[in-house]
């Protein structure tokens, strides 16, 4: 099965300037994966979808990157906020199912 | 919509004890999920149903975990008996089905076992 890694340090940047967040991948480049937003106490919400066939996503200030080559995708979102600041996670089918399953995910600061 | 609805939002008992956690999905959709989330391990899948039936319950723990789904609008979670190592926060999710398929996920039920 697939072993999904995002960085467990938390990431720390100023408003204004451009998050950038990783999830790798180690085995097989799956059908798709998708990116959500988890607030503190709160479930995780869906916010981008990019298909193995796609290399770029783009929904308003977030893009999504999607490179089989190198087992990864990279979330940025520009010209951050500090209501951007939530963990962040990656999600991709695993073991032969089109269940998604989820990385750790990464917390995002953002400070004013 | 009022979203996937979970309940309790707390739930503290101890060890020995029966747990049942509820969900109600989104109305429309066909497919039901049950994660549970912890610090150690993250997000993990337990079961999933698809139109009512559970489809693969693989990474349900043991057999002290159980969960139906008796029709389209409900479905519960059974610990019995719970132990401390259950502690976690239980997260049902639905969506409308298709390949593949945006999840929508409750506010979660979050377990203490003392």
């Known amino acids: 099965s697939q072993k999904i890694e995002q960085n467990s340090e938390a990431l720390n940047i100023q408003e204004g300037k451009t998050a950038t967040l990783t999830c790798n991948y180690t085995?097989?480049?799956?059908?798709?994966l998708q990116w959500y937003r988890q607030d503190p106490g709160r479930g995780p919400v869906f916010l981008l979808l990019?298909?193995?066939?796609?290399k770029e996503k783009r929904k308003e200030r977030l893009k999504v990157t999607f490179d089989t080559t190198l087992k990864q995708s990279l979330f940025h979102i520009t010209a951050s906020q500090p209501a951007d600041s939530a963990t962040y996670l990656c999600?991709?089918?695993?073991?032969?199912?089109?269940?998604?399953?989820f990385g750790r995910g990464t917390s995002l600061i953002v400070h004013p | 919509d009022a979203g996937v609805i979970q309940s309790p939002r707390h739930e503290v008992t101890e060890m020995g004890q029966e747990v049942t956690l509820r969900c109600k999905p989104i109305?429309?959709?066909?497919?039901l999920f049950w994660y549970r989330q912890t610090m150690m391990r993250g997000l993990e899948l337990l079961i999933y149903?698809?139109?009512?039936?559970?489809?693969?319950d693989s990474g349900m723990p043991e057999d002290r975990f159980s969960a139906k789904m008796p029709n389209a609008s409900f479905s519960t979670l059974k610990i019995q008996p719970s132990e401390p190592r259950d502690s976690a926060v239980y997260f049902c999710?639905?969506?409308?089905?298709?390949?593949?398929?945006?999840?929508?996920f409750g506010e979660g039920s979050r377990l203490t076992v003392l």
């Open positions: 085995n097989y480049s799956p059908a798709y």
């Open positions: 109305s429309g959709h066909n497919s």
């Open positions: 999710a639905s969506s409308s089905g298709g390949v593949p398929g945006e999840l929508f």
């Open positions: 149903f698809n139109n009512n039936v559970p489809i693969d």
């Open positions: 999600a991709l089918p695993s073991g032969g199912s089109y269940i998604p399953t």
């Open positions: 990019i298909r193995e066939n796609e």
